[in-house]
T-cell receptor
């Protein structure tokens, strides 16, 4: 059964710093991986989707990489801002025939002004 | 505006009183899914639907029912709610399950006393 782990569980950084969030998964036979952002009491907002054939995706200050063979993904946030404070979740879809999405427990990010 | 809506947003009920949480999307998406989110456990999939009249169990289906009679709607039914179903529930949809990112509703916070 696929398991997704996110380390650290919480992270606090000063404004302006670049930072990396980590996501690892136990079964490397994934179809795609998606990074989400969740604000307190709110739903999830999709940030980036990486297909298994891709190595990375970029959107603005965000860059997500995928190393399927080692079971890892990272989300790089450049020049962090207080508005980036949220919980970041990664989710893995295991296989083209799978309709199930397995989530990590998230990393709670606080960007201090 | 493209969106996934859920109703109600907040609900407090008593053990054993049947309830339905509605989910509707206006994007003509084929795939819809229900998740619950609990502290320390993360997001777990309850049920999903690949299309009208096609549904399947996720990781934690016990105590829940779903139906997909129309493409846009995917209600979650709790026939006899229990306190362990107190949780934050999210509905999600996507054009097709495997290729595209999922769009999430705002969440329904359910308390069963």
């Amino acid at each position: 059964k696929q398991e997704v782990t996110q380390i650290p569980a919480a992270l606090s950084v000063p404004e302006g710093e670049n930072l990396v969030l980590n996501c690892s998964f136990t079964d490397s036979a994934i179809y795609n991986l998606q990074w989400f952002r969740q604000d307190p009491g709110k739903g999830l907002t999709s940030l980036l989707l990486i297909q298994s054939s891709q190595r990375e995706q970029t959107s603005g200050r965000l860059n997500a990489s995928l190393d399927k063979s080692s079971g890892r993904s990272t989300l790089y946030i450049a020049a962090s801002q207080p508005g980036d404070s949220a919980t970041y979740l990664c989710a893995v879809r295991s296989g083209a025939g799978s309709y199930q999405l397995t989530f990590g427990k998230g990393t709670k990010l606080s960007v201090i002004p | 505006e493209a969106q996934v809506t859920q109703n109600p947003r907040y609900l407090i009920t008593v053990t054993g009183k049947k309830l339905t949480v509605t989910c509707s999307q206006n994007m003509n998406h084929e795939y819809m899914s229900w998740y619950r989110q609990d502290p320390g456990l993360g997001l777990r999939q309850i049920y999903y639907s690949m299309n009208v009249e096609v549904t399947d169990k996720g990781d934690v289906p016990e105590g829940y029912k779903v139906s997909r009679k129309e493409k846009r709607n995917f209600p979650l039914i709790l026939e006899s709610p229990s306190p362990n179903q107190t949780s934050l529930y999210f509905c999600a949809s996507s054009p097709r399950a495997s290729l595209y990112e999922q769009y999430f509703g705002p969440g329904t916070r359910l308390t069963v006393t």
